[in-house]
């Protein structure tokens, strides 16, 4: 699985909208022009289902949504992060590596090792696991081996070897002119007049380098992966820095490749034509703009309403184990149209009875792309005309839900004076209401207000609320 598309809205005043190549993807620009944070958020949002994400890495932005292959669309912030599309979310598997090949004295459990030598010990012990499996498969083709025909073992054996042998094949191309050759049984290099084996961490920073990205691509395994470095070519030899992406092809053909960089000599050799500069993905926020990623999928996901209703008809049990098998069925879509909703709001309630409650709701409110129809369907659950108010209410999540939509402070602030002077709703801001409108804010007025909205309601703030704040002022 690829990343296809990245879009970052409001980072330091500035939207970033990247459209990646499956292969190779090479992002320059001027120092502090937002690659290294780009990559790192990109990271971060890619992350397994189960990974505990550092939400504070999005603080600064208002949302990152990235698009992966198999139509699935991934949304965060500094709240919260979703995941929508054809593949269930517990079944959602992306295979990332982040390498920021720094050689800073960076702690991790030993403080007396720098970070690259911590990468090196953690690769060690992740080679000897994947010299043990392809002993395994060797022994495997043994057992199954019919005796018909040699030739075809020696085959089998060759392709379980392959990749190794073109890590190793390159490896000691690289080392050539020190005369140094990997060891790959000990997991260190000889030297040649030298009797003493020289250990990874007696290497230089740039060999240290070298072998840690050529070892991360190695026990990819060729499966398709994502690999994401940051400046690789700091203390690389130029004619390492040279070869870099043709080597990582080389050992995995299956990698898709996105670095941030600022020496041409890892680029103007072939891949040219892959460089995205960071002027030319960016552009001046407009908040009433909509995600081009999000109305593409809208597009594309006609006849989607037909299809919930089919499956709808093969959903058991009783209408509220088939009101929560719909409301599953309509998350795991990336979008709606406000026509759509209403459709289904009337399929489900007219048709068949069963009253929508405030997931039903809060959902539709998230697919949809603008705050005018967002805010049509939320003023629905005031009205009897697919529930009734007595049943379900506008919780502080649909809020909040729908706050995300609002195109400026000011909007935000006529929907929370609103809310809160319903004496039906009895419903309030929090927190991550006034988190979210800060990242809205345009200027210092817009900021000075919200602080005094935010106090008017008696409202603490936390941790992420003042970083952000810190990042806006």
């Known amino acids: 699985m690829y990343i296809i598309k990245v879009e970052i809205k409001n ?124 002993s395994n498969q060797v022994e495997e083709a043994f057992r199954n081996d019919d005796r018909t025909s040699r030739t075809t073992l020696l085959e089998k054996i060759q392709a379980i070897y392959e990749t190794k042998n073109t890590f190793i094949k390159i490896l000691t191309e690289l080392f050539t002119h020190t005369e140094k050759k990997f060891d790959e049984k000990a997991f260190h290099f000889l030297k040649t007049g030298v009797e003493t084996p020289i250990l990874p961490e007696n290497l230089s920073s740039g060999e240290k380098q070298i072998l840690i990205i050529l070892l991360t691509t190695l026990l990819q395994d060729r499966k398709e992966y994502i690999l994401l470095m940051d400046e690789p070519e700091i203390s690389l030899h130029i004619d390492w820095q040279r070869s870099l992406i043709k080597n990582i092809r080389q050992i995995n053909p299956n990698c898709q490749i996105i670095i941030a960089t600022h020496s041409p000599t890892v680029y103007y050799q072939g891949w040219i034509e892959k460089i995205a500069r960071i002027e030319e993905i960016r552009s001046v926020p407009d908040l009433l703009t909509e995600s081009a990623i999000l109305i593409e999928k809208t597009t594309q996901s006609e006849g989607r309403v037909q299809t919930i209703k089919n499956d709808f008809g093969s959903f058991s049990g009783s209408r509220p184990s088939k009101l929560y098998q719909f409301n599953r069925k309509i998350s795991a879509y990336t979008s709606f149209t406000k026509d759509e909703c209403l459709e289904l709001l009337n399929f489900l309630y007219k048709e068949n009875e069963i009253h929508p409650d405030v997931i039903t709701f809060t959902t539709f409110i998230s697919k949809l792309n603008s705050y005018k129809d967002a805010k049509e369907i939320f003023d629905l659950m005031e009205t009897q005309e697919y529930t009734n108010l007595s049943l379900v209410k506008p919780n502080d999540i649909t809020l909040n839900t729908l706050i995300k939509k609002v195109s400026s402070v000011e909007e935000g602030l006529d929907l929370i004076q609103d809310v809160s002077n319903n004496e039906k709703l009895q419903l309030y801001p929090d927190i991550i209401t006034f988190s979210t409108l800060l990242g809205k804010a345009k200027n210092a007025d817009e900021i000075r207000l919200l602080e005094e909205v935010r106090n008017y309601y008696g409202v603490k703030t936390n941790d992420i609320y003042l970083n952000k704040l810190n990042f806006k002022r």
Do not use: C, H
């Open 11 to 134: 980072l330091w005043g500035n939207d970033f909208s990247w459209t990646l190549n499956e292969d190779v993807n090479i992002l320059i620009g001027k120092n502090g022009s937002g690659k290294s944070t780009i990559l790192r958020m990109l990271n971060e949002a890619v992350l397994p289902v189960e990974s505990k994400l550092n939400f504070r890495l999005f603080d600064p932005i208002d949302e990152i949504i990235v698009e992966l292959k198999n139509d699935i669309v991934i949304r965060a912030n500094s709240e919260s992060r979703s995941m929508t599309g054809n593949m269930e979310n517990t079944r959602y598997q992306l295979n990332t590596t982040l390498i920021n090949t720094f050689d800073v004295l960076e702690k991790s459990l030993n403080p007396n090792i720098t970070l690259l030598d911590y990468q090196l010990d953690k690769l060690k012990l992740e080679f000897v696991t994947y010299q043990r499996d392809l």
